[in-house]
């Protein structure tokens, strides 16, 4: 929980005390702007587990560029956050209709948040083959990565929940989530599964 004169800090302030090491600036600008940036994700795509992926790639972006030295502050940190997330919605669109998908179910797991493309993918058999093969792929994962997936996917918990849970900042659980998911595809080719994360 960030403390009363963080939350007072203007966006610009935040981010530069957070690019100094202050991670807790980090997580007021994410309280300020979570339900914001969520909210419309989450009206656009109408899906809670696509919306939940699609915020936290949003904030790994923030956290990358700001990191990088590359955001440039014009007062609009808020704007540029929503322009990343609407062309993160695009692109997963996109992608979308390019490539035939199961469709997620929101009482499932990961592995129904996997999308898997496989000509006989209407059977059940498969279906099953392909959960336990995915659910193989997660047990191969680093246990820092493995873990993060199981408290996200499996425990349901959000990224602060994450954070406290396994002793880290949110940006390094957030991380932590997107490389277990360039890993996951990783395995998956070596493993001849086409998927997409």
Same mark, same amino acid.
């Given at each position: 929980m960030t403390d009363v004169r963080t @939350?007072?800090?203007?966006d610009y302030e935040l981010i530069m005390r957070y690019k100094d090491g202050d991670t807790s600036c980090f997580e007021a600008l994410l309280d300020?702007?979570?339900?914001?940036?969520?909210?419309?994700i989450i009206s656009v795509v109408k899906d809670k587990?696509?919306?939940?992926d699609l915020f936290q790639e949003t904030f790994y972006k923030v956290i990358v560029?700001?990191?990088?030295?590359?955001y440039k502050d014009e007062n609009k940190f808020?704007?540029?956050?929503? @322009?990343?997330?609407?062309?993160l919605i695009v692109d997963t669109y996109r992608r979308s209709n390019k490539m035939p998908m199961v469709p997620n179910k929101p009482e499932g797991d990961v592995v129904d948040n996997l999308r898997v493309h496989d000509d006989n993918v209407e059977t059940s058999i498969i279906k099953k083959e392909t959960s336990r093969n995915i659910r193989k792929l997660v047990r191969l994962l680093p246990p820092e990565q493995r873990r993060v997936v199981i408290?996200?996917?499996y425990g349901k918990c959000d990224f602060k929940d994450i954070a406290a849970?396994?002793?880290v900042s949110i940006n390094t659980a957030l991380g932590r989530m997107r490389y277990a998911i360039i890993n996951l595809r990783r395995l998956a080719r070596e493993h001849n599964m086409v998927i997409e994360l």
């Open positions: @939350r007072q800090l203007s300020r702007y979570q339900a914001k940036v969520y909210g419309y587990e696509m919306a939940d560029t700001i990191n990088s030295g590359v808020v704007h540029w956050v929503m @322009r990343i997330a609407h062309n408290l996200r996917h849970r396994t002793g």
